[in-house]
């Protein structure tokens, strides 16, 4: 049993929380959820800048995949001991990826956790932590699959103008170096209908633009039988008024159909852009990670994609030192790499996760020898990168200005977005010019690229604004979350107000 401190019955104060995330973006999604049902349950929550001991709920949302995953949390959870033992109504919940796998070893290991809830379970939470409040004692509730689809719970989304949606959970391949099918289990797929019912309630919500999630969604469709049912959702949604922008993460090149393309192609509202994980460039690499396709099949998917969607823009994930990579493996890798004119690519230096069957492979590859060949791609693809870039100077860009800004942005005045190929762009609103707020396009020439962002520093004839719904909504939520009257910011100032923070939280940045 665990050692948890006591907690406070006392609960005439409205009790606060804060959620803190890590890994990717199906943890951000789910910490959406987890905000949406402390919403629900009556619990406030506190600033993400709030200091420790601030929020009487903290709720680490974690990620197994990452490098020392573990000893990173017991870090944090070991900053919250004094906070604990100062505000005696606070309470620590772990869920996420690591609860999934460590289970009672988190309890065992920290005394300040209240809660352990697991990646199926997401929507007991709020009754966990009042049954620790209640018998004063930690609580673990850990389901082996899924109890109810997590979409089904309430979200308090982190961007009014951009939404997630999940079309399924879980993954039924096997990739060697990964544990998201251990702790996520097999592929579950929510049905269209549902899946459209969200999207309309988002759009409706002043949203333009949503991303379709899944760890592997072009297999949408299996757990009900359909081939197909991937494109035929992306059609669907299309369909959808007053959507202005789809985009999906991520695809797997081993089951990227052509009727994919063809959705993507046709639908106007679908983005061209795509982010096709490629993990090796070497055949035998691939095999050793078992990713069913091979080098060449990845090529051809995106010569068959820039064929119907000359502009897309690709991006791609890549693991530097896979055991037993050879230099000759890695040449390989360089060589798809300069081949596939990549718009940005996330690299990895491959490290040992327990639990994996890689974990356990002979021939890993010393690290001097992957910190090496990781410096060589990385500055391959900053240099493809650059020229991409470079290349769109002198075209036109519609951007969608979010929340977010650059590092530069209080020296320059440029207000932040993403064009319709998910590059970073940073505007600057000309003299007199009415400022967009997060949600706003404005149409602009590319006047500068360097390797992960473009510039658009317009002359005043060539700045288009067009205010749209999301803009609304955001003045709407700036108004109701702070009492400031609804209006129009001035050129610079609409991106950095915003309590509505992040536009497209974990998609892809580089560029
Ligand atoms: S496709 Fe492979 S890497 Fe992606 S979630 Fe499934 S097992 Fe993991």
């Known amino acids: 049993m665990s050692t948890a401190l006591p907690v406070s019955l006392d609960a005439e104060a409205p009790r ?51 490098e020392n995953a573990d000893n990173k949390l017991y870090g944090h959870l070991g900053q919250l001991v004094g906070a604990k033992r100062a505000n005696p109504r606070m309470q620590v919940a772990v ?36 049954r620790a409040r209640h018998n004063r004692q930690a ?14 719970l309430p979200t308090r989304r982190e961007s009014v103008h951009s939404g997630w949606v999940s079309i399924s959970v879980g993954c039924n391949n096997t990739c060697t170096f990964c544990i998201v099918p251990s702790l996520r289990g097999k592929e579950r797929d929510r049905r269209p209908g549902d899946i459209l019912a969200e999207v309309r309630a988002l759009v409706v919500d002043g949203a333009v633009e949503v991303t379709l999630l899944g760890q592997n969604v072009n297999s949408y469709g299996v757990e009900f039988g359909e081939r197909g049912a991937f494109a035929d959702l992306l059609r669907a949604c299309g369909t959808v008024d007053g959507l202005e922008r789809i985009r999906f993460t991520s695809p797997h090149p081993a089951a990227f159909t052509d009727d994919v393309i063809d959705a993507m192609a046709e639908t106007a509202t679908v983005m061209p852009q795509l982010h096709m994980p490629l993990q090796s460039g070497s055949d035998t690499v691939l095999r050793a990670m078992r990713r069913s396709y091979r080098s060449t099949r990845f090529l051809g998917i995106l010569d068959k994609v820039r064929d ?36 940005s690519a996330f690299t990895f230096q491959y490290s040992i996760r327990p639990g994996t069957p890689a974990a356990t492979m002979p021939h890993q590859v010393p690290k001097a020898v992957v910190q090496e060949r990781y410096e060589r791609l990385t500055a391959l693809q900053e240099r493809i990168s650059g020229e991409e870039n470079r290349a769109l ?40 010019a009415r400022g967009p707020r997060p949600g706003d396009m404005v149409t602009v020439p590319i006047t ?37 009257p609804a209006g129009t910011p001035g050129a610079g100032s609409a991106a950095r107000s915003g309590a509505v923070a992040l536009g497209m939280p974990g998609l892809p940045v580089r560029v």
């Open 16 to 66: 606060t929380y804060q959620v803190r995330t890590f890994g990717c973006q199906m943890n951000v999604h789910d910490s959406e959820r987890i905000s949406g049902l402390l919403d629900a349950a009556g619990y406030v929550p506190v600033p993400e800048s709030a200091g420790e001991g601030e929020a009487d709920v903290v709720v680490f949302n974690t990620c197994a995949v990452r």
């Open 95 to 130: 869920g996420g990826c690591l609860a999934q796998k460590d289970r009672d070893t988190i309890l065992a290991k920290s005394p300040v956790v209240d809660v352990v809830f697991g990646t199926h379970n997401i929507g007991s939470l709020p009754t966990l932590l009042d």
């Open 139 to 152: 609580e673990l509730e850990i389901l082996e699959s899924l109890d109810v689809f997590p979409s089904t």
């Open 308 to 343: 119907r969607l000359p502009h897309a823009a690709i991006t791609t994930d890549i693991i530097v030192g896979f055991p037993g990579e050879t230099e000759e493996d890695f040449q390989a890798t360089l060589d798809v790499v300069e081949a596939s004119r990549f718009a």
């Open 393 to 432: 100077v002198g075209s036109t860009a519609e951007v969608m200005i979010t929340a977010a800004t650059g590092a530069k942005a209080d020296a320059t005045g440029r207000v932040s977005g993403r064009a319709r190929d998910n590059r970073l762009v940073h505007v600057a609103v000309p003299a007199g």
């Open 448 to 484: 500068a690229a360097a390797p992960y962002h473009l510039i658009a520093d317009p002359a005043a004839g060539r700045y288009d604004l067009r205010r749209t719904r999301a803009g609304d909504a955001w003045d709407r939520a700036q108004a109701e979350s702070c009492g400031v």
